[in-house]
């Protein structure tokens, strides 16, 4: 049984070790620096020439028209699903601000499609407010705004500029405020008179005209309304744009034109129902004047001054029945005007509600009625044509449909009500006819003045009507209030929303860690090299004996006076041996077999300095190349050819013949491998070959064998019989972690016996970080380098 208690076993651990982990990304803190400064630093530039994007926002309170209605109403039972699909005012007054056709007048007003720009040190800056000129464009074709089109200004005196291509192409030198004449249109130039630096020196300003309608549609893709919460009519309208103050006045505008939209909507019908009154009081006012001129010549004709008083009593009877007839006449003219424009009018005009007479019973209420349904239905077939709906639209054609089915019961209606008026008029004529009969005595002339006076009385009340009706409609034009109430009015904020500096430097410096962590991450999970003693617990159970670093030279021996990090682990190795070798008799040779996986591992360095380091503490020592494959220790010392394998092929020989002791040690002494054979793994298995060892144990106190590699041929197994301790050399940066398993099952099916790991060629700073193997060089004073030597040091 193998001691086990002079060093750790291998073992496996899940578990996560934070501090190594940490150690395994800080021993490359330099390129984390580099990382981090890189990517600050292209951060700063990324802010230096982004041109930053700034968010105006304005509040309004939509006047919702439908509080108290239905939809009101059911608004209570939203969460039930009864308002689901409907519309809510607000929702559709906010699709009317965002529509193109009210962006596009604001950006027309505004000239948004007209850019300004100077070239400054780092980027270009876009001019509003500071821009020392305005340049407008008239007289132009059809196609001046349907491509973009630049021009350079450069500023030459106090009232010259010199106008350029933006290829840097002169056009000529011209005053401001002349006119130029360009290939598809004229420009002006004018000066603005600001207190900009721009102003008091040259000046250099790139004009740019865009396409309208592409400029349009980005300021409508940026341009955010929402109501602030469901339950309220309260909207806020945010724009994004690299000039602040072109937000806020683009916004302030908009709000403008979609009240003045909305007030010229709730005056349409107004304001045709004032025109039809003034044309018909020019005409009423011609028929007036024309029947009191009538009367006047009648009585100057026939000399009258006063009605023969003998009349009084028949008048004032007939009185009631002039007066009903009068009335009645006035109703027709005004019913049979209405039913002329009727005729005459086409189907998006309003009709005129107000015109309408009443009368005691109430008779002429259902015309009126028919009238104000027909004009709320085109009101809304226009609305909704104008906000962008076309003719094929499904509600259009619904109002169409209603518009004409209602315009026909309109004329029903009103030819009902001229036919009863008609009616009525014969009636109170037949009455009038019979007082007339009766007053037949009266002269002619009393007769015919009173039908000249009941004309005139019915063109002057009809006049007044009409005066009257004009006068109200003033004042509902007058009082008609906007359709939005501004809350705040457009305002920017100082702080860019982007990019958010902030939040860039913090990504900079998260990339700048980030960055070398994954490079480091993805080379550590792609690379299946053993690096460390951690890599062997965790794929092994075997004993790990210990680390040798990297020496400084390929050739390296052990003396005595050696101070070097690898000499110091080999007699650190040479400590841990003794413990697993104080099961073997003191009369006997303590035989170390040193083998590994694979080639180059240093096998064959391990066993000559570990034979070496043990012949310095005065012991006896054997060192036997039993590697008879591939021999390597004449590489190292200076031995004869002739070795092991000529004591095995020739018979009658010594063992002691062919044992060469070193001259620079006193106790150590060598077998070769001797000449290459033909069957290495015959030769091993020659009864001459347990002689020997059997022979040797007695003569020597150590004996170190290096032999073949396990995971290529047998030979190594064969001798292993003879070992009492297996080095099982591992070199890091060189053996594949999935090899491990060849040790492994070695170690579990004990084919090798009493066998150890050692982690050879191992750079133990970065394996193992700073402060491990205090012992490695301790007692020299070693050369530090810097870091910069350490980065750039060939591995």
């Not at 439908?66 to 009864?82: R, Y």
């Not at 239905?377 to 226009?382: H, M």
Request: aromatic share 8%.
């Amino acid at each position: 049984m193998q001691d086990q208690s002079s060093f750790r076993h291998a073992h496996k651990d899940d578990s996560l070790d934070l501090r190594e982990q940490f150690d395994k990304y800080f021993k490359y803190w330099p390129w984390f620096i580099i990382s981090v400064i890189v990517c600050v630093g292209v951060s700063f530039l990324y802010l230096r020439y982004t041109v930053p994007l700034y968010q105006a926002s304005a509040t309004i309170l939509v006047k919702d028209e439908k509080k108290g209605s239905l939809e009101s109403e059911l608004s209570a039972f939203a969460d039930l699903g009864l308002m689901k699909g409907m519309k809510s005012n607000v929702d559709n007054e906010i699709e009317i601000i965002k529509s193109r056709s009210i962006v596009k007048t604001a950006v027309k007003k505004l000239n948004f499609n007209i850019y300004y720009y100077t070239e400054g040190r780092v980027k270009v800056k876009e001019l509003y407010e500071d821009r020392p000129i305005d340049v407008s464009f008239f007289e132009s074709d059809d196609t001046f705004y349907t491509k973009r089109q630049s021009y350079v200004i450069n500023s030459k005196t106090e009232s010259t500029f010199e106008l350029q291509t933006t290829e840097g192409k002169p056009i000529n030198v011209f005053k401001y405020g002349s006119t130029i004449r360009l290939s598809n249109c004229k420009m002006v130039v004018i000066k603005r008179m600001l207190s900009s630096k721009l102003n008091n020196q040259d000046f250099s300003v790139t004009v740019s005209v865009n396409n309208i309608d592409n400029v349009v549609q980005g300021y409508k893709s940026r341009l955010t309304i929402a109501p602030l919460n469901d339950k309220s009519s309260v909207v806020e309208l945010t724009l994004n744009d690299p000039v602040a103050k072109k937000a806020e006045d683009l916004l302030n505008t908009i709000i403008a034109i979609y009240n003045q939209d909305a007030i010229d909507d709730k005056n349409y019908i107004s304001r045709n129902t004032q025109k039809f009154i003034d044309e018909r009081l020019q005409f009423i006012t011609k028929e007036l004047g024309d029947v009191e001129k009538e009367g006047e010549s009648y009585m100057t004709s026939n000399r009258l001054t006063n009605i023969a008083s003998d009349a009084d009593l028949f008048i004032q009877n007939s009185v009631d029945f002039e007066k009903a007839l009068i009335e009645t006449e006035t109703q027709i003219k005004v019913v049979s005007s209405m039913l002329d424009y009727l005729n005459g009018s086409s189907q998006d005009d309003i009709i005129p509600s107000n015109l309408i007479p009443s009368d005691k019973n109430g008779s002429n209420s259902n015309a009126a009625d028919l009238i104000n349904q027909y004009n709320g239905f085109v009101i809304e077939r226009n609305r909704i044509v104008n906000g962008g709906g076309t003719s094929k639209n499904s509600v259009v054609i619904n109002l169409n449909n209603r518009i004409d089915d209602m315009r026909k019961s309109v004329k029903e209606s009103l030819n009902r009500l001229i036919a009863s008026l008609k009616i009525r008029r014969s009636d109170l004529q037949a009455q009038d006819n019979m007082l007339s009969g009766k007053i037949s005595e009266i002269p002619k002339q009393t007769r015919e003045l009173n039908v000249i006076g009941r004309q005139q009385k019915i063109k002057e009340s009809l006049y007044l009507y009409l005066l009257q009706k004009r006068e109200e409609v003033g004042i509902s034009l007058a009082v008609t209030s906007p359709k939005a109430k501004l809350i705040d009015e457009a305002k920017f904020k100082n702080a860019p929303i982007f990019p958010k500096s902030n939040i860039i430097l913090l990504i900079g410096f998260t990339l700048g860690l980030l960055i070398p962590f994954l490079i480091i991450y993805l080379i550590d999970l792609f690379d299946t090299k053993v690096k460390n003693r951690q890599d062997i617990e965790n794929n092994t159970i075997i004993p790990f004996l210990g680390d040798i670093p990297k020496s400084d030279t390929e050739d390296e021996i052990i003396s005595a006076s050696s101070r070097s990090s690898s000499a110091e682990a080999i007699r650190i190795v040479r400590t841990n041996l003794e413990f697993m070798l104080n099961s073997v008799p003191e009369n006997r040779a303590k035989t170390i077999f040193v083998t590994s996986t694979m080639p180059k591992e240093g096998k064959t360095f391990v066993a000559i300095n570990l034979a070496s380091t043990i012949a310095l503490t005065g012991r006896k020592v054997l060192l036997i190349g039993l590697d008879i494959r591939n021999p390597k220790i004449d590489k190292y010392l200076n031995v004869p050819a002739k070795g092991l394998t000529n004591y095995i092929v020739k018979s009658g020989q010594k063992i002691d013949d062919f044992i060469t002791k070193l001259d620079a040690f006193e106790n150590l002494h060598v077998l070769p491998s001797g000449v290459i054979p033909p069957n290495p793994a015959d030769l091993l298995l020659s009864p001459k070959v347990d002689e020997m060892f059997e022979t040797l144990k007695q003569q020597y106190d150590y004996i170190v064998v290096d032999t073949a590699p396990v995971s290529l041929v047998t030979d190594t197994l064969l001798v292993a019989k003879h070992a009492d301790a297996f080095v099982y050399i591992v070199r890091a940066n060189y053996l594949d972690k999935r090899l491990l398993k060849i040790a492994d099952s070695f170690y579990q099916e004990k084919k090798l016996p009493n066998m150890a790991i050692l982690l050879n060629d191992t750079i133990w700073r970065k394996t193992y970080g700073y402060g491990y193997g205090y012992g490695y060089g301790y007692g020299t004073e070693e050369e530090r380098k810097s870091w910069k030597g350490k980065l750039f040091k060939k591995k």
